[in-house]
Every structure is written in structure tokens, then in C-alpha cells.
């Protein structure tokens, strides 16, 4: 049984994630169906509406798949799992006008609306939810970027602008981020290196992300979950055989992957799935092509001879898309053992709302899976050695506050949940902090407290998580307390503190309303004074565990977070220990690591909605103090 993306239009009927997750775990099988991939419109010699089809895994000539509603040429193509839309082109004036297809079934498009400004040369990429236009000609360069969400029906809107405007560039992306590569600037008549990038989620303006291996423009594109892939175009004069990769998950230039089988300039389109890509048509160097060609998305090499358009076309550099690209990495298949036994799916082994991060005395990040059972597994390094920051999430991304390594420093770094990679810049905290407390919901992070130096603060700061930048002003802590360390508690509208170092410990509890902007409040107190308390939780219920008062504590303790009041003694740690890192799931929370009068590796959990002791869940990969952690799927994304 083939081992890709099971089509919707399958006899059986709609497949939904419980059916896949099902014959996984049943069978260690998926549901059989194949990618399939549209290029449309371009020169064949003259302009056509004509949009053809291949079937990615398999080799051989592409045949009809229907027409566009409007003859065009230099279109921006976009597919999610159900339907295809291309936007704007040349058919000679420039246009603004949106068709779409559902992509189950052959036939023609219909219109789905407009874009916010008429244009061609245009690149187009998308994820499972929004699809995204990027620069383009419209009588001078476009630096415009505007949107639209693929499952309604209606006008674009504008997302943001281009690092600087141009025409002839790439998109491609995963599930949370797309990118802009290459192109051509009118003014100065060259071709350009840059790589721009854009988080789909949000919307402003692009960010500088790095520079291709060598400047081109109209070049063809497309990726899985971790790498983007620019090929073909033109160095100007010339035409380019070059495919070239990139990291999508952390900033960075391009790196060479291959060659084409010929040199291709204005290829008709580019597609694929999570392992092939594949380009089709183009100038070669003045002659329109049929050839398709296909290469290896998982190992770097040339391409082979994949078969022929029905008919010999190019200028259409952004007409390729596929219902199997990196943006849809959600449903990419994986091996039955990376699904969680309550039957959630896994991305990329991880899962879905059930992902721990911790990090300990280096610059690794390590993971597990926290509705399961087992030993601490690789995930990237941070951009910065970073020791005794504080860590936030949303259920996308991961963000670490502060820390030290060994000077107190302010910045900010993030990571993509979704896929294994290293750290990235965010921005800066409103100051140089470690040993904080940290709380959050699916749109803003807070860190309260910590040392600043010699110091201790009572300084809270928030960022947005979505929106690069540095962190602004909260208000204050109701004591002035370093070493709070460790996960997250918190509701979706209440953060949690508790207890803290410096002379002498405290054993006091406050809170904050997160969507506010307030000095935090009175919540109660621990059941001891304690410094270096893991904090974890549902959405109802916060977990204190461990600390130092002055011995190594093994007591973990629980509040209400709706309520106010004293904490209640909830069980015992396996071992105890301080400054463990402490991750939840909304059902579980596990504590890892920490210090016992040397670094501990010990792995334990409990079940947040019942008391009792902690059992053994793994080890971490290295005993440490694990102060950094982060969950996609604790209390405050419920």
C-alpha cells in the first residue's frame, strides 16, 4: 500500500485522522493515494489557459487536467490537500483575477475572486489554510504580499510587503512559513540573491532570511517540511541548470542540492511531494521544452528524466502546485511507532499537542513525547549558548527567554515545534535575566522575575508570540524574587508564580491575567518556602514540583488556577531534587532532570487530574539541570 497522502476523492469516502491514525496503529498502514500536480497556463507558443497533470510518484507524460477561467501567462499556483488556485499572470495586460479547482477531479476553474493589485511575474506559495502572492510586474516591481484563506471564497488582502520589489521570484514553504527567493529589479536591471520570509499565521511585513547560492530570477520552486528548493531560471543572460536547498526552520543562505537535466529559464511550473520534486517546461535556451524532470528530495543529486508535457510550454514560473507539498507536512506519512498511544497524530515523530522540550546545562534541545513513556530524544541546539533561560510555547512555537552562558543576557530565541532544527533569533527582553518563571497561551508569553545580574527583579515582560520583535513592559511581581524556574502554569487567561530565591526564599504565589498589562496579584502560598519549583498544569489545575528549602524537596503540590488560595499536597517525586524541567500535555506532567547535589536524569510523571506519587517515565540522553522548558500542549491552549 503506497505510503503518501490519502486522497479525499477515494471510494471509500473522506478519510479523517482517526480512520489514518487507525489502520497505523492496526496495520502499520496508510490509506493508499497520490499526489497529484497541476501546471498551469503558460506559452505553447501562444498564451493558453491550458492546466495539465502528473502524478508525482509514478514517471510518464502528463495529460489534460482542464483550463483556467482566462488565458494567462506568469501566474502565481497554489494547491492544499483539496483545492488549487492561481492567481494573477499576463494575458497580455496584467490581471488580478483568482480561479480555483477542487483538485480530487478533473475539469475547469471557476472564479474565486480577486487580488489586491493586478500583476504578473508573480510567485505564489501556501499552506493547508492561507495562500499567499508575492511581488510580481505590474508596469514597475511589486514588493506587495496579500493573501487569501483557501477554503473560502472571496478577495485577496494584504499581508505585508517584500524586504525590496521585484518580479521572477520563488515561493515555496512548510506548514508555518514561506519564503521569497530571487528575482529581478527593474531599476537596476539585475538579478537578486535574496531570501525573504514570512510566518503564514501572521501578517506584516517580510524579514531578510538569507541568499541564494547565486542570483536568478524566473525560477520554479517548491519543498517539503524542512527544505526549500529554487531551481532552474536565469543568471541573466543565461538560463540555469542550478537546483539549489534551504533550511525552511532556521535562517540561512542556499546551498547547492544538483542539477536539472537541462538548463531551464521560465520553466511552466514546479511541484512534488515530501520526497520528489519535480519541474516541468521552460526555455532551453530559446525553445520551449516538454521535458519533465524529476530528483530526490531526501538525498542531494541530479535529476532524472521524469517524461513530457502534452505540449512544449514555458513562462509560467509559478503555475506548478501539488496536494502533497512541505506545507501539509501535518498529514505526511510516518512509521506506526511515532503515534501516541491515545491516537493523536505525530508530526514528524512529535506529537500533535504533546511535544516536551527541555534544555539543560548546554546549547542542545532535547524532546519527548509526553503521553508516552521513554528516554529524552535530539531536537536541534539553540542559536546561543543559553543556560537558565525561561521557555514559553504556543502549540507552533517555541520560545526561550533569557539565560546566561556565564553573562546574564536579554535575547530572545525561538524554534518551529513542528520540525526537528535549531534555534533562531526573536528579539530582546526588556532586560538581561535567568532563572525566571515564564507563563503563556496560544498568543502571548510572559517571563516574570529572575536574577538580572547580581540582582533579582520583579520585572514582568511579554512578547506576542507570533510577531518577531522584543519584549515589552508587563508590570511587576508582588516580591522581588530570583530562581523561579522551569515550565509553564498557566490557564489560557491566568499565569501562575511561585516561590523564588535570593535572601531569603519565599513560599509565595501570585498571578497575572495574560491578555492584560498589570502588576501581578496575591494567589496564596506554597506549602513551604521554596526556590527552583518546577511549574506545570492543566488548564484547571497547576503543579508545583520539587525546589530547594534549604534541603532537596520531592514534594509536588497543586492549585485550582480559576481560584485563589494555598497550595495542597499532591504527591512525591521519585527523587528529590531542584530546577527540573517540567512539561505538559494538558493531561500529564512530566518533570525531567534536575539537581540532587549533582545533575539528576531521571524522567518522572503524574496525572494532573488525580494525587499521588510520581512514576518513572525515561532518562534524559545527559544528566542535567534542566531549567529550560517548553510544552505545545499545556494548560494554556486548551
Known amino acids: 500500500m503506497s505510503n503518501s497522502y490519502p486522497r479525499r476523492d477515494q471510494a471509500s469516502g473522506v478519510w479523517k485522522i482517526n480512520q489514518i491514525t487507525k489502520n497505523i496503529k492496526d496495520q502499520g498502514t496508510y490509506p493508499s493515494g497520490a499526489?497529484?500536480?497541476?501546471?498551469?497556463?503558460?506559452?505553447?507558443?501562444?498564451?493558453?489557459?491550458?492546466?495539465?497533470?502528473?502524478?508525482?510518484?509514478?514517471?510518464?507524460?502528463?495529460?489534460?487536467?482542464?483550463?483556467?477561467?482566462?488565458?494567462?501567462?506568469?501566474?502565481?499556483?497554489?494547491?492544499?490537500?483539496?483545492?488549487?488556485?492561481?492567481?494573477g499572470g499576463l494575458t497580455p495586460s496584467y490581471v488580478n483575477t483568482i480561479g480555483y479547482k477542487d483538485i480530487a477531479s478533473t475539469g475547469n476553474y471557476a472564479d474565486y475572486g480577486d487580488l489586491t493589485v493586478s500583476r504578473g511575474y508573480i510567485s505564489a506559495s501556501s499552506n493547508e489554510n492561507r495562500a499567499v502572492w508575492a511581488g510580481g510586474l505590474t508596469g514597475s516591481d511589486s514588493n506587495v504580499i496579500d493573501y487569501v484563506t483557501m477554503t473560502s471564497l472571496g478577495n485577496a488582502t494584504d499581508f505585508g510587503n517584500l524586504t525590496q520589489a521585484r518580479y521572477g521570484l520563488a515561493a515555496n514553504g512548510n506548514a508555518t512559513r514561506a519564503l521569497f527567493s530571487g528575482g529581478y529589479i527593474s531599476p537596476s536591471n539585475s538579478s537578486v540573491n535574496t531570501i525573504d520570509f514570512i510566518e503564514y499565521s501572521t501578517t506584516g511585513?517580510?524579514?531578510?532570511?538569507?541568499?541564494?547560492?547565486?542570483?536568478?530570477?524566473?525560477?520554479?520552486?517548491?519543498?517539503?517540511?524542512?527544505?526549500?528548493?529554487?531551481?532552474?531560471?536565469?543568471?541573466?543572460?543565461?538560463?540555469?541548470?542550478?537546483?539549489?536547498?534551504?533550511?525552511?526552520?532556521?535562517?540561512?543562505?542556499?546551498?547547492?542540492?544538483?542539477?536539472?537535466?537541462?538548463?531551464?529559464?521560465?520553466?511552466?511550473?514546479?511541484?512534488?511531494?515530501?520526497?520528489?520534486?519535480?519541474?516541468?517546461?521552460?526555455?532551453?535556451?530559446?525553445?520551449?521544452?516538454?521535458?519533465?524532470?524529476?530528483?530526490?528530495?531526501?538525498?542531494?543529486?541530479?535529476?532524472?528524466?521524469?517524461?513530457?508535457?502534452?505540449?512544449?510550454?514555458?513562462?509560467?514560473?509559478?503555475?506548478?502546485?501539488?496536494?502533497?507539498h512541505g506545507g501539509l507536512q501535518e498529514f505526511q506519512p510516518r512509521a506506526p511507532e511515532l503515534y501516541s498511544p491515545t491516537g493523536t497524530v505525530v508530526p514528524n515523530g512529535k506529537g500533535k499537542g504533546?511535544?516536551?522540550?527541555?534544555?539543560?546545562?548546554?546549547?542542545?534541545?532535547?524532546?519527548?513525547?509526553?503521553?508516552?513513556?521513554?528516554?529524552?530524544?535530539?531536537?536541534?541546539?539553540?542559536e546561543v549558548t543559553a543556560n537558565q533561560g525561561a521557555g514559553?510555547?504556543?502549540?507552533?512555537?517555541?520560545?526561550?527567554?533569557?539565560?546566561?552562558?556565564?553573562?546574564?543576557?536579554?535575547?530572545?530565541?525561538?524554534?518551529?515545534?513542528?520540525?526537528?532544527?535549531?534555534?533562531?533569533?526573536?528579539?530582546?527582553?526588556?532586560?538581561?535575566?535567568?532563572?525566571?518563571?515564564?507563563?503563556?497561551?496560544?498568543?502571548?508569553?510572559?517571563?516574570?522575575?529572575?536574577?538580572?545580574?547580581?540582582?533579582?527583579?520583579?520585572?514582568?515582560?511579554?512578547?506576542?508570540?507570533?510577531?518577531?520583535?522584543?519584549?515589552?513592559?508587563?508590570?511587576?511581581?508582588?516580591?522581588?524574587?530570583?530562581?523561579?524556574?522551569?515550565?509553564?502554569?498557566?490557564?489560557?487567561?491566568?499565569g501562575i508564580f511561585a516561590g523564588g530565591g535570593g535572601a531569603p526564599y519565599t513560599d509565595v504565589i501570585d498571578y497575572v491575567t495574560i491578555a492584560s498589562t498589570s502588576n501581578a496579584t496575591d494567589f496564596g502560598n506554597l506549602l513551604a518556602v521554596q526556590a527552583y519549583v518546577s511549574m506545570s498544569g492543566s488548564d484547571t489545575r497547576g503543579i508545583m514540583s520539587g525546589g530547594v528549602s534549604p534541603s532537596y524537596s520531592n514534594v509536588i503540590q497543586y492549585i485550582t488556577i480559576a481560584s485563589t488560595g494555598d497550595a495542597l499536597d499532591f504527591g512525591d517525586l521519585t527523587v528529590a531534587r531542584m530546577a527540573c524541567a517540567s512539561n505538559t500535555n494538558n493531561v500529564r506532567s512530566i518533570n525531567s532532570g534536575g539537581w540532587t547535589g549533582s545533575n539528576s536524569n531521571v524522567i518522572d510523571y503524574i496525572t494532573i487530574a488525580s494525587t499521588g506519587n510520581a512514576l518513572d517515565f525515561g532518562d534524559l540522553s545527559t544528566a542535567a539541570e534542566t531549567y529550560n522548558s517548553m510544552s505545545n500542549g499545556h494548560g494554556g491552549l486548551s
Open 205 to 324: 511585513n517580510a524579514v531578510d532570511f538569507g541568499d541564494l547560492d547565486a542570483a536568478r530570477m524566473y525560477v520554479c520552486n517548491h519543498s517539503n517540511s524542512t527544505k526549500a528548493f529554487v531551481f532552474g531560471g536565469t543568471t541573466y543572460p543565461a538560463s540555469t541548470n542550478i537546483i539549489g536547498a534551504t533550511n525552511i526552520n532556521s535562517l540561512g543562505n542556499e546551498t547547492d542540492w544538483g542539477d536539472l537535466t537541462q538548463s531551464a529559464n521560465v520553466p511552466k511550473g514546479g511541484a512534488g511531494n515530501y520526497t520528489r520534486g519535480v519541474r516541468a517546461g521552460g526555455v532551453t535556451p530559446s525553445t520551449a521544452t516538454n521535458v519533465i524532470d524529476y530528483w530526490s528530495l531526501t538525498s542531494s543529486g541530479n535529476a532524472t528524466d521524469f517524461g513530457d508535457l502534452v505540449t512544449a510550454a514555458y513562462e509560467n514560473f509559478g503555475g506548478g502546485c501539488s496536494n502533497n
Open 35 to 87: 499526489t497529484r500536480a497541476l501546471f498551469a497556463g503558460g506559452k505553447a507558443p501562444g498564451i493558453t489557459n491550458t492546466v495539465e497533470q502528473i502524478t508525482v510518484e509514478t514517471t510518464g507524460n502528463a495529460s489534460d487536467y482542464g483550463d483556467l477561467t482566462i488565458d494567462v501567462i506568469l501566474v502565481g499556483s497554489v494547491c492544499n490537500f483539496t483545492r488549487a488556485l492561481s492567481g
Open 354 to 382: 504533546d511535544l516536551g522540550l527541555m534544555q539543560g546545562n548546554a546549547q542542545s534541545i532535547g524532546f519527548v513525547q509526553i503521553s508516552s513513556t521513554g528516554n529524552q530524544q535530539n531536537f536541534g541546539d539553540w
Open 392 to 494: 514559553v510555547a504556543s502549540s507552533t512555537r517555541g520560545i526561550r527567554l533569557g539565560g546566561r552562558s556565564p553573562s546574564y543576557f536579554n535575547n530572545i530565541g525561538y524554534i518551529t515545534m513542528a520540525t526537528k532544527g535549531n534555534g533562531a533569533d526573536f528579539g530582546d527582553l526588556t532586560q538581561s535575566v535567568a532563572y525566571a518563571n515564564s507563563v503563556g497561551n496560544q498568543t502571548r508569553g510572559i517571563r516574570g522575575g529572575g536574577q538580572a545580574g547580581p540582582a533579582v527583579t520583579n520585572v514582568i515582560d511579554y512578547i506576542t508570540i507570533a510577531t518577531f520583535g522584543n519584549a515589552a513592559d508587563f508590570g511587576d511581581t508582588t516580591v522581588t524574587k530570583g530562581e523561579r524556574i522551569g515550565g509553564q502554569c498557566n490557564s489560557s487567561t491566568r
